[in-house]
């Protein structure tokens, strides 16, 4: 059984940068362990798309976040890696990793992480 | 506001047929992108429920069932369950500027 596992801090400064790393578990490594997004849900509010990255290297953001966001990967980990600078209270959600199933159309998040609430404040 | 548009809530009695719309536009649904969909039970991690619109992945019970017609998809369930009580979430493509993968707003099924 896959699992997805977030981490890092909880409580972020204004202005500071968010850091989160994902580490996946358990299930057989495949080659599509470097296929990975981020999403995040706000208090109240829906999921957003942030960003994801694909084992041939290409990295896609939301265009919203883009100047801020920085998604990478480290394959021989099987880890995942999300940073978003100079955060707001804005900012403040939970954050979910999960692996990406690429396809032809519109691709898909075919597992998640349980998710972790960072929170933005000083 | 998300580009894609859902119901904030529906409801529906154990038993019942419920049904849940997201409505898109030429530049996602409406351009042929596939439509997912995302249960997200109270205090968990959103889950994958039918991919490529109409696709249920393993141990999804077949009383989930996803559509798509035009700028629009739809997510069907039957015989409605207690445990089924959640948020729904469409997800699609986006090609407008730089393009990007969007979510629905979410719609909250209450079972009465």
């Known amino acids: 059984q896959l699992q997805l596992q977030e981490s890092g801090p909880g409580l972020v400064k204004p202005s500071e940068i968010l850091s989160l790393t994902c580490t996946v578990s358990?299930?057989?490594?495949?080659?599509?362990?470097?296929?990975w997004g981020w999403i995040r849900r706000p208090p109240g509010k829906g999921l957003e798309w942030i960003a994801s990255?694909?084992?041939?290297?290409?990295?896609y953001y939301n265009p919203s976040l883009m100047s801020r966001v920085t998604i990478s990967s480290d394959t021989s980990k099987r880890q995942s890696s999300l940073k978003l600078t100079a955060v707001t209270a804005a900012d403040t959600a939970v954050y979910y990793c999960?692996?990406?199933?690429?396809?032809?159309?519109?691709?898909?998040?075919?597992?998640w992480g349980q998710g972790t609430l960072v929170t933005v404040s000083s | 506001q998300s580009v894609l548009r859902q119901p904030p809530s529906v409801s529906g009695a154990p038993g019942q047929r419920v049904t849940i719309s997201c409505t898109g536009g030429?530049?996602?649904?409406?351009?042929?992108?596939?439509v997912h969909w995302y249960q997200q039970l109270p205090g968990t991690a959103p889950k994958l429920l039918i991919y490529?619109?109409?696709n249920r992945p393993s141990g999804v019970p077949d009383r989930f069932s996803g559509s798509k017609s035009g700028s629009s998809a739809s997510l069907a369930i039957t015989g409605l369950q207690a445990e089924d009580e959640a948020e729904y979430f469409c997800?699609?493509?986006?090609?407008?500027?730089?393009?990007?993968?969007?979510f629905g707003g979410g719609t909250k099924l209450t079972v009465l």
């Open positions: 997800q699609s493509y986006h090609s407008s500027l730089s393009g990007s993968e969007v």
């Open positions: 358990g299930g057989s490594i495949s080659s599509s362990d470097c296929d």
């Open positions: 999960a692996r990406v199933r690429p396809s032809s159309s519109s691709d898909y998040f075919e597992f």
């Open positions: 490529g619109n109409n």
């Open positions: 030429s530049s996602n649904i409406g351009g042929g992108y596939d």
């Open positions: 990255m694909y084992c041939n290297g290409r990295t």
